[in-house]
């Protein structure tokens, strides 16, 4: 999933409110912060923007932006900061990069970077830079690794003792990162102490995840040490109220919701399922990790909320079983208004309804609407070139489409991809092109994903002749056997 387009939950309107999770608070007069930038290679139109939470228990989220010139030069001004905060710093237009940035009052920082090559270009100069250099060395050689390289991914295949043992290693190596600047120049506190936040929740990530990969792998819920989730005590879960943390903490605290939800809450399956109990064990689980909390009541929002978006068309017995002791337990406003929110937006996308309707421009060229496909069942893949999930679908897909080639079935592929270039290039390398196969573009989602609610890549929806749908989180093509039983089935209608 791209995790850049998590969507900020910043509303103020929860009944209770924890503590703000992140920065350590120093209060000092008010003052301002000075950003001079200069950016190579920059694209007539691109705008440098930073984002900010200065009072997090607020949820007061501040943008700022600032046009790059013609000589790549930009400024941006904070004024009034009272505090240390930690902030993101990004590129609007046609750049997709976005770097953290630690900023303390009175601080005058000049950044370089070339906006083709960010992370691995950007320098810092002025007062805070050497904070800064930090965030972004540790940036480049741990947050934004490439994939292959997470604990999870690498070390899927080894026993869980071990694996903890290696994540464990990586975590202590990244603490004496963190402690080697420490020593060669002392690093404020309030950088530390975020930074030591962010360390931990992404190493109890990787934790949780190693487990879902292995219900996945297994379909059963694995033999584990009795003491394996001992790190999740050492978190404080109870504060984890997502819309209330530092900008530094949001994305990795939604990466470790997410890997919550599915280690802890989900079936082996992946989705729930309308079990008599259900309701009553989710709760017990939540309650015995993050207590009676709105953070509780936040997760589970989040996971009923999320199975009405990733099983649209199959999820909405179960979540209405929970609803009443969901409805009953969460004192959380906010929570309650987003799973309202989530059911209202899923009733359209039952099966039998018209699928949401759009029209996009093909590999070709050509504008093509869904209704254009009228008389034919559709199989519908969104994904995009950097999916890896995705991708693996590709040899699997090419024996499903033969196996209908002369049928009325279209397999209809829409990619999120930005531009065209990487798009074509991966169609062809991949072999994704058939006679009986369309290809739209679908930038960032927009127009087709977003309708559909698509929350996680690859995505399968089958649409029959009458352009209603059939089957939402439909089977992936290497499902084999069940998937050509659901297309051959949408055929006889």
Known sequence: MKYLFLTLLLCGCASVRPQPVGLAPVATQPSTVLLLGSMANAAPGDTVCL?????PSRSSLIGIKAPVDATGAFKLELKGLTGPIDAQLNCKQKCSWFQTVFLTPGDSLTVRFDRQQFLETIRFTGRGAYANTYLTRAQRQFDYAAPGTYPEEQFKSLPPTEYRQRVDARLQQQLDTLAAYHARQPLPEALLHSRRQVLAVRHATSLLRYVTVQKIKTQREPQLPADYYDFLT??????????????S?????????????????????????????????????????????????????MLLSS?????????????????????????????????QAALRANTPLQPGNLAPEFRLTSAEGKAVALKDLRGKVVYIDFWYSSCKPCLAEAPAAQELKKKFLGQDVVFLYISIDQGPALWHRTIAKYALDSPNSVHLQDPEGWLAARPFHVSGYPSY???????????????RPSAGPTTVAALEQALAK
């Open 461 to 475: 929806w089958i649409i029959g002749r009458d352009g209603r749908i059939r089957q939402g989180a439909a089977p």
């Open 51 to 55: 984002s900010y939470n200065p009072q």
């Open 249 to 301: 903490l949001y994305d990795p605290l939604a990466h470790f919701l997410v890997g919550y939800r599915e280690a802890r809450l989900l079936p082996p399956g992946g989705q729930l399922a309308t079990v008599p109990g259900t309701a009553e064990r989710l709760y017990a689980q939540a309650t015995a990790d993050f207590g009676d909390t709105p953070a509780r009541d936040y997760v589970m929002s």
């Open 307 to 339: 199975e009405l978006s990733s099983h649209a068309t199959t999820s909405l017995a179960a979540v209405q079983a929970i609803l009443p002791t969901f409805r009953a337990r969460t004192r959380d406003s906010l929570s309650v208004r987003e799973v």
């Open 234 to 247: 050492q978190l404080p879960l109870r504060e984890y109220y997502l819309p209330n943390v530092a900008m």
